[in-house]
């Protein structure tokens, strides 16, 4: 089973709210990464997170918060964001982070759509 | 800088014919290759991960990789029209991350 969940499918948010995004594993995989996909572009990675920790944050915006509560779970807190974080958001796992080769497997991902 | 780069298409290819996707990288250290496919709308998907030298198939689907010439390729044969969509070539570049190209649009002709 190669199955990464993500909640909710969809979210519209205003530029004031603040909402969260979640991501689920059961494969006991140690690595989870966040990613942000704009139309017609690449994935671009937004943070890394190995056994729990951040191990990488791409420069992202405050306005963007990750947590990894668990082995299992990541969040994306958001808060105060502007319409040009729009995008499909994903979430991805890997086995190990201590081998960076291994396949990351993808969520489904959140699609947002900021007003 | 690190980069993949990949014609980024359309590419048309005709029912049951050879599809060739290509990508070449930047750095001649990078130690693994993926190919994910994406239907538009929906997240990337898996198709093949190659390590070492040479070709991997896998069903319908082959993995060619030259690090000499720091190019990566997927050939799919008998292509069918549910092999439309965009194809992305990503490469890690011996730390956690993976870096993607820009995909490649596949279209199927019936």
Redesign the interface.
Known sequence: DTEVTQTPKHLVMGMTNKKSLKCEQHMGHR?MYWYKQKAK???E?MF?Y?YEKL??NESVPSRFSPECPNSSLLNLHLHALQPEDSA?Y?CASSQD?RR??????????T?LLVL | QKEVEQNSGPLSVPEGAIASLNCTYSDRGS??F?W?RQYS??????IM?I?SNGDKEDGRFTAQLNKASQYVSLLIRDSQPSDSATY?CAV?F?????T????TRLTIIP
Do not use: D, H, M
């Open positions: 690595a572009k690449p994935p990675l890394v190995s191990s990488i499909l994903l982070p960076s080769w291994e396949t990351q497997y993808f969520g489904p991902g699609r | 130690q693994s993926f994910y709308g929906k997240s990337p998907e898996l991960f390590y992305l890690c011996g730390n956690e991350k993976l993607f190209g820009t995909g």
